[in-house]
């Protein structure tokens, strides 16, 4: 579990062994010490049938006949002791099944459930749901029998346990009493009767007899003592065991386990933890009492912060595959109200393990969780909803568990579709600005609850948000799962209907962008000028890493702010209203509360302990990457726009003159960066709180990533290569205006790949800064290209002039990417292609350049490129797995047949491809 506080992380780290293996300990010290005392009692009863009543029953006195009677009585029915007897263990088990294990139906319906996210929330709905139904009204009636029952029960358990107890007192204050006295005294044998020869072994006989029962009851009272209980308790706290089922469990631990090592077993008693003994009362054929005890415990520890992680890796050693499924099939009990609580703390616990779930250990498993995802308004559980979720979102980052489910993948995505349009049914109420700031705020200053409408509203964005995100990783696999599921979710109708999901979870452009690569789909979104309009504004947004998702998770968290805290947001978020009146500073109230971080909502008490985090499950939503609406945007825009003049036309007629020139800023690094220093320059003027100008400080730099340049240079080569239509004529000046820079970049970027480390031999998928640059270079070239393609021979020449470029040095730079780039990926499919083009444009253009391209080596370069041509140039770009954009293989080769042809045009080609081939490595070429 990822935990985002120092304190908390911290806390984890030190833990290292979990708190029962102390207590385990205490109860073998405890067996040890009753296993002592049991031996003295056992020598004692013989002692005394054997031995006194047996040897000297009419010699010793009355009185001491007496007391050894008793005394072995006593000993004989197992008060003192002896429980590793199965015929006396009922000492032990009795009054706590009686007292702790039957619970009213009644009061458990009106007990909040505490596997629930929001107890509260959910207590008073069902309240307002079962308020005067005449139905209840006579369950009530018809529970009232087993009420009087149970409590009978509990009743004659308690009487049971108080006459154990005195009964115990009773016991070892006789035996402590009546042994002390008679050591004490020693007249065991009459005065006149001391030298008679059949008289003189009682003494000694009735001393060990009472110095044996002596013993054993001291050590009794010490066993007594013992600190397993104290510890016990120390364990609840430290796991939160708090209510019934935790003194059960605990109960039961401390029993069980004290039984086990009285009985032998040893080694695998003292390896015992908490967890696994809730684990094993869950899967275990027992009662469903015993076995919502268990599920209880293993939610609640798997939510203590300190201990969570070392309690999951124990739980995950001890799960064999028939327990695991044991424990995946309570997701669906429904039957009975206990059965449903099950049902939900199980789901947690699921949760924890989902990341280790094989679904062909656990077939059933997508069919529960899909039993779980129910949309309709009228029975839907949000909570259930929720974990349900979570549970797919984690088994599905598993490729193997996609191909063994992929049956029940296809029947759980109308599901998952269906709640992507949950919010629609509340359009008119959104998380926005200015619903933040004029209704929860206010409300948190009165120190009210959230109202259960807004809550709602709030889980309704968080659901659309996580189903979003698992519908996009469904359409996103790879092979033919993902084609089946594209083809399967494309045939639902109402699947991304509201076009407004688009702006708000950044899931939205994903799952666009998967579906488009179908040709059909491609065509029927880009036929939709609603959704191209709002993958626009994702891709102009200003705001590109607001995550709706993230912030209605911390709105969640504001009803745990103190109230200082809660004046530190309210001063700030005006501060930003009033102060931040600038046309360069763009920060909402969503962004803002999206940057707030976790110090600044919850009290540092709360910060250590993550208690509020842990019970509403948001701390995987809290830990996300930050994702980029605009990057995600582009990727849709690439997709819909690549090879398909129609959807480039479309996307083109959305675009203002002025966005198109924002679009062609945003490919240049330098002026990102000088934006990102003049608004931060700015801010500093600003007299803000420091609270204020961290927050703000934050959002400013993490607009200011430049790690979408090569997709907005992507997106501008399918706009000009594809788009160029009577209506979009003004945007070509536009683009075309780039060339120089875009020159300019292609030279910058060369000279990052011509550090030592990136040859041939070491290139790699993990070397990262390299694939970014070698994204950039493919687009970038390939913008080169489309451009250049508008220009004669004369506009290249004043283009480099304008750039402050040499024609030898671009030439160089061209050819040292078909040099280094040998092998090309995934990642940029099409670079040497884009090269050879732009190479082959030159040459065509321009019969003057064979002698700069012969003197840089190029025609020996283009061996190279025949020899090494793999399938995956034939594409333009690969999304999910899935070329777009594809040609043939040829396609590359007769680029290079043709280009070698115009070299080999050249005057005097042989003598001088001799000597340029021997001696181009020694060329040096500057940067004019």
Do not use: C, H
């Given at each position: 579990t990822m935990v985002d506080s120092p304190a908390a992380r911290e806390k984890v780290e030190e833990a290292t062994s979990l708190p029962e293996e102390w207590l385990n300990l205490a109860i073998l010290c405890k067996a040890f010490v009753s296993k002592a005392m049991n031996g003295l009692g056992t020598l004692a009863t013989i002692w005394a049938t054997v031995v006194l009543l047996g040897g000297f029953a009419v010699l010793i006195k009355k009185q001491d006949f007496w007391y050894v009677t008793i005394i072995a009585f006593v000993e004989s029915i197992g008060v003192l002791g002896g429980y590793e007897d199965p015929t006396y263990q009922i000492f032990i088990r009795t009054p706590g099944l009686l007292i702790d294990a039957l619970k009213s139906a009644d009061k458990k319906e009106q007990q909040p459930s505490l596997w629930r996210r929001r107890i509260q929330h959910h207590q008073q709905q069902q309240q307002n749901q079962s308020r005067g139904t005449r139905r209840n009204r006579l369950q009530v009636r018809k529970h009232k029998h087993f009420e009087e029952l149970t409590m009978s029960k509990r009743c004659l358990g308690v009487v049971i346990l108080v006459v154990m107890r005195l009964v115990e007192i009773a016991a070892v204050a006789i035996c402590i009493a009546v042994s002390f006295g008679r050591l004490k005294k020693q007249d065991y044998v009459d005065p006149k009767d001391r030298d008679a020869a059949d008289h003189q072994n009682i003494r000694l006989s009735l001393n060990i007899f009472y110095g044996l029962v002596l013993a054993q009851s001291i050590i009794f009272i010490i066993m007594r003592l013992s600190p397993d209980s104290l510890l016990g308790f120390h364990?609840?706290?430290?796991?939160?065991?708090?209510?019934?089922?935790?003194?059960?469990?605990?109960?039961?631990?401390?029993?069980?386990?004290?039984?086990?090592?009285?009985?032998?077993?040893?080694?695998?008693?003292?390896?015992?933890?908490?967890?696994?003994?809730?684990?094993?009362?869950?899967?275990?054929?027992?009662?469903?009492?015993?076995?919502?005890?268990?599920?209880?415990?293993?939610?609640?520890?798997?939510?203590?912060?300190?201990?969570?992680?070392?309690?999951?890796?124990?739980?995950?050693?001890?799960?064999?595959?028939?327990?695991?499924?044991?424990?995946?099939?309570?997701?669906?009990?429904?039957?009975?109200?206990?059965?449903?609580?099950?049902r939900g703390h199980a789901a947690r616990v699921v949760l924890k393990l989902a990341p280790d779930i094989p679904v062909d250990t656990c077939p059933q498993a997508m069919s529960l969780i899909s039993s779980s995802l129910v949309e309709t308004a009228s029975n839907m559980d949000v909570d259930l909803v929720w974990f349900g979720l979570r549970i797919l979102d984690k088994l599905t980052d598993n490729q193997q568990n996609c191909r063994q489910a992929k049956g029940d993948l296809s029947d759980l995505l109308p599901k998952i579709i269906d709640l992507t349009n949950l919010n629609q049914r509340g359009r008119d109420r959104s998380i926005s600005d200015s619903w933040i700031e004029q209704e929860i705020i206010p409300l948190l200053e009165r120190e009210e609850d959230i109202p259960p409408t807004a809550i709602q509203m709030i889980d309704q964005q968080i659901i659309v948000g996580m189903s979003l995100k698992i519908l996009s990783k469904l359409v996103a696999k790879p092979g033919d799962v993902g084609k089946g599921l594209r083809e399967k979710a494309s045939t639902y109708m109402n699947l991304l209907t509201d076009s407004g999901t688009i702006l708000e979870h950044v899931g939205a452009a994903k799952v666009i962008a998967c579906l488009a690569l179908s040709e059909d789909q491609k065509q029927e979104i880009g036929g939709s000028p609603q959704i191209i309009r709002k993958l626009k504004e994702c891709l102009l947004s200003k705001e590109p890493h607001v995550d709706i998702t993230k912030v209605a998770a911390k709105l969640l968290l504001l009803e745990y702010t103190t109230r200082d805290q809660l004046n530190q947001i309210k001063s700030s978020l005006e501060e930003k209203n009033v102060l931040l009146q600038d046309p360069s500073f763009s920060v909402p109230t969503t962004a803002f509360i999206?940057?707030?971080?976790?110090?600044?909502?919850?009290?540092?008490?709360?910060?250590?302990?993550?208690?509020?985090?842990?019970?509403?499950?948001?701390?995987?939503?809290?830990s996300a990457e930050q994702e980029s609406r605009c990057e995600a945007a582009a990727k849709a825009l690439i997709v819909l726009t690549s090879g398909c003049e129609k959807n480039a036309a479309a996307v083109l007629q959305e675009i203002a003159e002025d966005e198109m020139k924002t679009i062609v800023g945003m490919l240049f690094q330098e002026d990102r960066e000088e934006k990102r220093r003049r608004m931060l320059a700015r801010l500093q003027e600003r007299n803000l709180h420091p609270e204020t100008s961290r927050v703000v400080k934050k959002i400013i730099c993490a607009e200011g990533g430049g790690r979408t340049r090569s997709l907005h240079a992507k997106l501008l080569q399918n706009l000009r290569a594809h788009g160029v239509t009577a209506n979009s004529t003004h945007h070509i000046?536009?683009?075309?205006?780039?060339?120089?820079?875009v020159l300019k970049a292609i030279v910058d970027e060369v000279a990052k790949l011509e550090r030592p480390a990136c040859t041939s031999e070491n290139l790699s998928h993990n070397d990262g800064p390299w694939v970014e640059s070698g994204k950039v270079l493919e687009s970038f070239i390939g913008l080169a290209f489309h451009i250049c393609k508008g220009l004669d021979a004369s506009g290249f020449a004043k283009t480099l002039e304008g750039a402050n470029l040499t024609l030898d040095t671009l030439v160089m730079k061209l050819n040292k990417i078909l040099e280094l780039c040998k092998y090309p990926t995934t990642d940029f499919p099409s670079i040497r292609r884009s090269t050879l083009e732009l190479m082959a444009w030159m040459v065509q253009k321009n019969s003057n350049y064979r002698d700069i391209f012969l003197q840089c080596g190029v025609y020996e370069q283009l061996k190279e490129v025949a020899k090494t041509a793999g399938r995956v140039e034939r594409f333009e770009l690969f999304h999910c797995g899935v070329g777009v954009g594809g040609k043939d293989i040829s396609y590359i080769?007769?680029?290079?047949?043709?280009?070698?042809?115009?070299?080999?045009?050249c005057p005097h080609f042989e003598q001088r491809s001799h000597y340029y081939g021997a001696h181009a490595g020694t060329l040096t070429v500057l940067v004019a």
């Open positions: 364990i609840r706290v430290k796991y939160r065991l708090f209510g019934s089922s935790g003194r059960e469990i605990m109960y039961r631990y401390l029993s069980d386990n004290y039984l086990e090592f009285i009985t032998g077993n040893v080694r695998t008693t003292l390896k015992m933890n908490l967890i696994t003994f809730a684990m094993k009362l869950v899967v275990s054929d027992s009662t469903v009492d015993d076995q919502l005890v268990g599920i209880r415990a293993m939610d609640r520890i798997l939510r203590s912060v300190e201990y969570n992680s070392l309690a999951l890796t124990r739980l995950r050693a001890s799960l064999d595959a028939d327990s695991l499924g044991r424990l995946v099939g309570v997701l669906g009990l429904v039957r009975t109200p206990d059965e449903k609580e099950m999206g940057a707030l971080g976790r110090d600044q909502i919850l009290p540092s008490w709360m910060q250590k302990q993550q208690i509020a985090v842990q019970d509403l499950d948001l701390d995987d939503l809290l000046p536009v683009i075309d205006g780039a060339l120089p820079e080769l007769s680029l290079v047949s043709e280009l070698k042809e115009q070299l080999e045009l």
